[in-house]
């Protein structure tokens, strides 16, 4: 006999049962469950690929696109690969309980603002079933409770994979709620998660458009949003076309299908000519839209239409526009930026100066290629997402954006006169 | 002949072009532009208080109650601190600029999180004149546009200060729709408001329940909501009875109507013989409403309901919770806590690290009364509201929960391998 599913908010109970009861684990206690856990996935992994072959084979049956089956595909390599990911967030610094600040007022009072866990946090995203350890390891690591919803195609994997890590973390006398797996996966689940509120204390949504619309439409839990990226690269008349073209050429086709690739490059009419001449070259593969002006240069582009400048399209297809001065590049990127990651390339110092201040992103980047804009690249040790909003985190999150900070006011009998 | 009343997509337009103005004003001309502001607010004075005669004719009129028509209520004095405000603030830190982390990757990427204005920041308030002008001077200290949509009932009042500090903001050569009002005071517009998306970066709701509610429900740009405090004040077995009672009083009597005020005594039962028969004195006033073991102390004393341990009172009444000891306590803080501010009395180092440690609300305080959680009590400086929320700002709100961070990274032609 098996256990009926549990509902949502039993399993949302749960979670906050289990986020309380991490609030009184040190770090050491944590680092060793996700040791654990990382050491259960590792020897549960025939159970875990007989678990993906099943969600593959319904996937094939169900006439899925071959990139969808890819994400989903594991093999004894990427079981291995999830396990060493959940060992080397246990190997970061322990974000939780350190001091962001501390003082003493006049009174005696001391202040200090101290990291705290945020409580629940809810993921919800897509095919890959990875992002199950990934986000039960930096949640865990950090003191939280990670309520996990992944889609229908991948179910029985995440189910074994949340299975192996929940044995681990169990093992290591840490409530295995730590990591909870929604295993209902129809459609209306998603909208319920989303409006958890009191149970939910951030939601991460991993996913396409269509799902962020929902979250920022419906929701009315705290999220932050991992968002699109339709990221320039602004070169700049005073720009060293050499590099200019290694970096171009790095944002556009080193890896196109990810959300720090470049969608459209802004270039200086000056070297408009010049450079365009050695893209038509070094970008070959990519389809080129342009503008009237990169048309006079390269007759074999497309034409550019406004719907082409706001595209992010996650493959080998580049919008160029050409510019009369940096005013003009700064008032192309600020109308069509999703606030992800922008760059320009230029020897001039005030020109850099000021495209760092005016324009308004997550990251801005001077000569270098956005797609350092990841917390691999940036060093913060593993990612949660890469926010594109303004509050609480933006950009590349790691730990820190896994919490909250809490005042903690410390007095011998102080009253307000 | 009058220009027709700008829509509120209008007036967000031309917020969003104020805080992209704003994004290249140094400190010292934002500076300058809130010390014109400030004598601009003074030599209004008689134009201000005319306004504000309107509004309370009307609100007199109306039947409004005396506590509305004192929180609308302006006079010289009032309109000086008003303007006092505005210098003061100008007299703080400016938050834009600062460097948050810094580091060099080892491919020699340099790595700056640097704080920047969110852009527009959106308040909805209620009575109170002096928000316009308090809310209008955070915003423009930090770089920010400030859209604001006060309450029907002050409207002229609001009018006319709002017109005082664009004026001066104007003549600083500072675009002076970086302070910008809805006049449009027809309830649709509160909701109108709250769906900005695209305009408004940040909103900060100033009001009542039904104004949170209706942000959580239906609001679709990002909010930082300032929320309940139902607030507990817990004197452990260890606790020293003179201090317990000082913070007692203080916390609850020293100004009921506050979001920081007291609205639960727990205490543990070793010492709620001695500690209620003293409170019975020093409350006096006081209703009190408690469980058997309080009334068994105090006879005089009502019967506390659930309904009475979950509400702000916001007045001179105070329930009473008697515990078997420490978890107990922080089980019941835990359950009716609205995440705001939390008090333990005690001598005892491990009840405080335990008090501290466990209890999840914005501030935790240690032998100190919750009244001063406030940001002029903790330094701040100024204060935009106390967040209950635990995403992007926590507590007191100051300057800093008006910007966010900004990734600024600088290389020399890195691509990525």
């Known amino acids: 006999m098996t256990s009926p599913t549990p509902t949502l908010a039993e399993l949302g109970e749960r979670a906050k049962a289990a986020s309380r009861a991490l609030r009184t ?3 050491a206690q944590r680092d060793a469950a996700l040791e654990a856990a990382a050491a259960a996935l590792e020897a549960a992994t025939d159970m875990v690929l007989a678990a993906n072959a099943a969600d593959l084979a319904r996937a094939e049956e169900g006439g899925a696109a071959s990139t969808v089956v890819d994400r989903l595909r594991l093999d004894p390599g990427r079981v291995a690969a999830m396990a060493d990911g959940v060992r080397a967030v246990a190997a970061l610094t322990d974000p939780v309980g350190q001091v962001v600040e501390g003082y003493v007022r006049p009174n005696g009072l001391r202040v200090t603002r101290v990291r705290v866990p945020l409580g629940v946090v809810g993921i919800v995203y897509e095919n890959r079933p990875n992002v199950t350890s990934d986000a039960a390891a930096l949640c865990l690591k950090s003191g939280n409770a990670a309520l996990l919803r992944g889609s229908a195609g991948a179910l029985e994997s995440n189910k074994a994979v949340a299975a192996a890590l929940r044995a681990g973390i169990d093992k290591a006398g840490i409530d295995p709620d730590a990591v909870l797996l929604v ?3 129809r459609r209306e689940t998603v909208d319920e998660f989303v409006r958890l509120r009191g149970v939910i204390d951030c939601l991460i949504p ?3 458009p269509s799902l962020l619309a929902l979250v920022r439409d419906r929701g009315t839990v705290p999220y932050v949003l991992d968002g699109d ?8 008349a005073a720009a060293d076309l050499d590099m200019a073209e290694r ?3 790095n944002a556009k086709v080193q890896r196109p299908s990810v959300c720090n690739a470049m969608e459209t490059l802004v270039v200086h009419e000056d070297v408009a000519g010049p450079l365009l001449e050695r893209l038509a070259q070094s970008l070959e593969g990519v389809e080129l839209v342009g503008d009237a002006a990169t048309r006079a ?5 497309g034409e550019a239409t406004e719907e082409d400048y706001a595209t992010e399209f996650l493959r080998l297809r580049l919008a160029v526009k050409v510019v009369a001065d940096l005013d003009e590049a700064i008032a192309h990127v600020t109308r069509y930026s999703s606030g992800h990651s922008e760059a320009i390339v230029t020897g001039d110092l005030g020109a850099a100066r000021r495209f760092t201040g005016e324009v308004d992103a997550a990251a801005v980047l001077v000569n270098a290629s956005t797609r350092f804009v990841d917390g691999g690249q940036l060093g913060l040790g593993a990612e949660i997402g890469i926010s594109t909003q303004k509050l609480h985190a933006r950009g590349p999150m790691g730990l820190e954006a ?3 900070v809490k005042y ?3 007095g011998d009998g102080q009253v307000r006169p």
């Not at 990226?229 to 700049?236: F, I, K, P």
């Not at 240069?297 to 582009?301: C, E, G, I, S, Y």
């Open 25 to 27: 684990t040190s770090g």
């Open 183 to 185: 295993e209902d996966a």
């Open 206 to 208: 991993r996913g396409g």
């Open 229 to 236: 990226g339709n990221c320039h690269v602004y070169v700049d």
């Open 247 to 249: 970096i171009v050429v």
């Open 297 to 301: 240069v390269l007759p074999q582009a």
């Open 402 to 404: 896994l919490t909250s």
């Open 408 to 410: 903690v006011i410390e």
